[in-house]
């Protein structure tokens, strides 16, 4: 069984601060060891339920934040970016049995997570076919496109939720609660173990029913920060310009979305 995992931080277990989530700044290294033993975690599940290879997208900021040597033998770990559309998806492919998302977040606007975000912090707003877009959303959708199920995910509370809702047989474990601008969590070790008993049970029961039924068209509107940024985008090919901070991107193939992010965001 080969088993792919995309991992973010600001979904890690009491994460709190955008300081904490970037290299160099109070409280990072801290939560860079809390980002590396969730997928550690993670992956000991997945080799418990039969895993050969667990491949590790490092998907968040530079791409350079799981400490290598403290993964087990048998990941792959795929660091930085290569600038491709797929983003924090890259490396996936159809021959991969299952998607886990590791230490996700809430989209922006969401009182789930004082980090909420998507994909860019200054994006005021993204819908997609009339439904508010996170990136467990868009990157879910990615992999349903490859006939690759989605089985785990771990976040804030809220998102595991509303990935309950999307994907019910997905198993989740919620590692943190948003509180207006402060979090809860349980300890650390605590969500550690649920995570690889989680994994374990996602990766044995049957999980190939985790996918998404994708719509026959994508409607996208991206609402950014300033005017200025939404008439540069609007250029983008077969994008419109809907309102002054409005952009409208349409196609029948969800990978021109992926474009569209890659180059108008």
């Given at each position: 069984m080969k088993i792919y995992i995309s991992a973010d931080i600001e979904g890690v277990n009491g994460i709190t601060a955008w300081e904490e989530t970037s290299l160099g700044k109070d409280g990072y290294a801290y939560f860079q060891r809390q980002m590396t033993e969730e997928v550690?975690?993670?992956?000991i599940g997945a080799r418990r339920a039969g895993a050969d290879l667990v491949f590790v997208k490092d998907a968040h900021d530079e791409g350079r934040n799981i400490i290598p040597s403290?993964?087990?033998?048998?990941?792959?770990?795929?660091r930085g970016w290569e600038g491709s559309p797929?983003?924090?998806?890259?490396?996936?492919?159809?021959?991969?049995?299952?998607?886990?998302?590791?230490?996700?977040?809430?989209?922006?606007?969401?009182s789930g997570n004082p980090l909420a975000h998507t994909l860019d912090p200054n994006?005021?707003?993204?819908?997609?076919?009339?439904?508010?877009?996170?990136?467990?959303?868009i990157n879910a959708l990615y992999a349903s496109s490859l006939n690759v199920p989605v089985a785990f995910l771990s976040g804030d509370e809220k998102l595991t939720q509303e990935a309950k809702r999307l994907i019910p047989g997905i198993e989740t474990v919620a590692t943190v609660s948003g509180a207006h601008g402060a979090t809860v969590s349980r300890h650390p070790?605590?969500?550690?173990?649920?995570?690889?008993?989680a994994v374990y049970k996602a990766l044995k029961k049957d999980f190939r029913k985790n996918i998404i039924p994708l719509p026959e068209r994508y409607v996208l509107e991206v609402e950014y920060r300033t005017h200025k940024e939404a008439y540069s985008a609007s250029f983008f090919p077969k994008a419109e310009l809907v309102r002054e901070n409005?952009?409208?991107f349409e196609s029948e193939n969800f990978y021109d979305v992926l474009v569209f992010f890659k180059f108008a965001l």
């Open positions: 550690r975690r993670a992956a403290e993964l087990p033998e048998y990941t792959v770990l795929h797929e983003m924090m998806m890259e490396g996936l492919s159809p021959d991969f049995d299952a998607v886990l998302f590791i230490g996700y977040h809430s989209g922006m606007l969401s994006i005021q707003r993204i819908t997609l076919n009339g439904e508010k877009a996170t990136e467990f959303l070790s605590l969500t550690n173990q649920e995570m690889e008993e409005v952009v409208r």
